[in-house]
Antibody, heavy 119, light 116 residues
Framework: EVQLVESGGGLVQPGGSLKLSCAAS????????MHWVRQASGKGLEWVGRIRSKANNYATAYAGSVKGRFMISREDSKNTVYLQMNSLKTEDTAVYYCTRPSDDGMDVWGQGTTVTVSS | QPVLTQPPSASASLGASVTLTCTLS???????VDWYQQRPGKGPRFVMRVGTGGIVGSKGDGIPDRFSVLGSGLNRYLTINNIQEEDESDYHC?????????????FGGGTKLTVL
């Protein structure tokens, strides 16, 4: 079964840091790009960023709202992608999803992990 | 980069049909758009991709034949026939743009579909 499981969410103070993980199974993780998408409560989806595969030099791209604060990395030996979040703001409060792109669209999504930035 | 616009809400009666619209900003009429379904309290689920020629590729796993798409001009449509209670969801459209470090994936604001 193809599956993505996020973890690492929690409560953090403004200015703090948090690292999310997404464990993949059921497909060839090393050959796949991976994306992070977030959703604030009652709001729409917002793309956070993506990391490509080793064959594409692990190239990354980020939304303007997180560029310079967030960093995506991956550990293919553990089938895991990470989202390191620094200098967190209250507006970063959201459910964070990892997702896998296919030729047709983002066809696999995790269940999400909740990040709350509050003092 | 494109801007995707969706009406915030739609409604339809059980067994009826509804068409949801995702409108691309001008200059992006050739772009393909993905549709995602999000049931209350759940993560998004891929429905299908649509271009100006209709569906691109395959539907997502378990998406019934009642769901279809059409593309025309700046609009990308998702039609649901014979609406069922389980179709009550938020529907999001998304599109990718650019490449390399300039790559972005943009989403519309989502449409909340209520089944009456």
């Amino acid at each position: 079964e193809v599956q993505l499981v996020e973890s690492g969410g929690g409560l953090v103070q403004p200015g703090g840091s948090l690292k999310l993980s997404c464990a993949a199974s059921g497909f060839t993780f090393s050959g796949s790009a991976m994306h992070w998408v977030r959703q604030a409560s009652g709001k729409g989806l917002e793309w956070v960023g993506r990391i490509r595969s080793k064959a594409n030099n692990y190239a990354t791209a980020y939304a303007g709202s997180v560029k310079g604060r967030f960093m995506i990395s991956r550990e293919d030996s553990k089938n895991t992608v990470y989202l390191q979040m620094n200098s967190l703001k209250t507006e970063d409060t959201a459910v964070y999803y990892c997702t896998r792109p296919s030729d047709d669209g983002m066809d696999v999504w995790g269940q999400g992990t909740t990040v709350t930035v509050s003092s | 980069q494109p801007v995707l616009t969706q009406p915030p809400s739609a409604s339809a009666s059980l067994g009826a049909s509804v068409t949801l619209t995702c409108t691309l900003s001008s200059d992006y009429s050739t772009y393909r758009v993905d549709w995602y379904q999000q049931r209350p309290g759940k993560g998004p689920r891929f429905v299908m991709r649509v271009g100006t020629g209709g569906i691109v590729g395959s539907k997502g796993d378990g998406i019934p034949d009642r769901f279809s798409v059409l593309g025309s001009g700046l609009n990308r449509y998702l039609t649901i026939n014979n609406i069922q209670e389980e179709d009550e969801s938020d529907y999001h459209c998304g599109a990718d743009h650019g490449s390399g470090s300039n790559f972005v994936w943009v989403f519309g604001g989502g449409t909340k579909l209520t089944v009456l």
